[in-house]
């Protein structure tokens, strides 16, 4: 199977998931070979896909804990404890 | 987060519902990143998000007794804090009109990446970290509501397909379809900023990491 770069482009969410059935897949790495567009094009797709899932891209607000539970503690204090 | 383990958590569970309210502290610490980042990554408003992440707690040991255990406990607190952002963004919409929401249809329609051959080059001119992580909220943001909540639970809390499909209600190819779009856009709207920035170089068929140690979860989920 021989795929055209928009083809490729189809594709690239599934092939980062591990997704592509086989025959695809071999299609797919065999154009990234040989394409350096397609190859540039996975690769800043699978590195904002890393920097999307580094924690320090999104952060908690300083004190954010403490006062969700200082609020919990008025809520859960009109319910009687243990 | 999901070290939890669930006979712990549903233990927890069973104690709060028979009055050890108490306990609800301990039963969320794991998700309070959870439920914040998703709110902010939606709404990309710290203070909104910090309410509204309270309301998903507050509302959660409300309604605590419909929870069945049918859904992870995590993926069933996701749909509440879900609910609460599409709530605050309908509400900020009422003011101001969002042009970008009615993009079309869900087929990929023509999609044409950003081309950038040479984008693995020059750190000299990658912005400041800072700088990209604002690019990237911003550019989360300016995704039409229905990719950006698929990727949100996707990409940033990482949650499987099943979990997304089940929090969001939708079915696991829709999932799949929007995430697809919504990495695509982000990547035509980020691939400039990402020169030298990404941290990650190639050599040969493996990726290795410049300056920073590898966390094992994604590292493993994205360089297999």
Same mark, same amino acid.
């Given at each position: 199977m021989k795929l055209e770069c928009k083809h490729v482009w189809e594709h690239i969410s599934g092939y980062l998931d591990h997704q592509l059935d086989a025959e695809m897949l071999a299609a797919v790495q065999k154009h990234l070979e040989s394409c350096e567009v397609c190859s540039a094009i996975l690769d800043s797709t699978r590195n904002i896909l890393v920097l999307t899932a580094d924690d320090q891209t999104y952060e908690l607000p300083v004190g954010y804990s403490e006062r969700l539970h200082e609020r919990l503690a008025a809520v859960l204090g009109g319910h009687g404890s243990s | 987060m999901r070290a939890v383990a669930t006979t712990n958590e549903a233990a927890l569970i069973a104690r709060v519902l028979a009055g050890?309210?108490?306990?609800f502290h301990e039963l969320i610490r794991p998700y309070e990143r959870l439920v914040y980042v998703t709110i902010f990554a939606i709404l990309k408003n710290e203070s909104e998000a910090e309410d509204g992440a309270q309301e998903t707690m507050i509302s959660a040991f409300r309604n605590? *007794?419909?929870? $069945?255990?049918?859904?992870?406990f995590s993926t069933w607190l996701v749909t509440i804090a879900m609910n609460e952002a599409r709530r605050r963004l309908r509400k900020a919409k009422s003011a101001a009109? /969002? &042009?970008?929401?009615? +993009?079309? !249809?869900? &087929? /990929?329609? /023509?999609f044409t990446p950003a081309v950038?051959?040479?984008? $693995?080059? +020059? !750190? &000299?001119?990658a912005l400041e970290r800072k700088e990209l992580k604002e690019k990237l909220q911003e550019a989360v943001k300016t995704l039409p509501e229905k990719y950006r909540e698929v990727f949100v639970l *996707? /990409? +940033?809390?990482?949650?499987n397909q099943e979990e997304t499909a089940s929090a969001l209600g939708i079915n696991v190819t829709l999932v799949k379809v929007r995430l697809h779009r919504a990495r695509m856009m982000l990547q035509k709207l980020l691939a400039p900023y990402l020169k030298g920035q990404s941290g990650f170089v190639k050599r040969g068929q493996t990726w290795e990491m410049q300056g920073k140690p590898a966390r094992g979860g994604f590292f493993r989920r994205w360089f297999q």
């Open positions: - | 050890e309210t108490q306990l605590l *007794r419909s929870f $069945r255990g049918e859904a992870k009109e /969002d &042009s970008l929401e009615e +993009i079309g !249809p869900e &087929s /990929d329609g /023509d950038l051959t040479d984008w $693995r080059e +020059i !750190p &000299s001119q *996707r /990409d +940033i809390e990482e949650l």
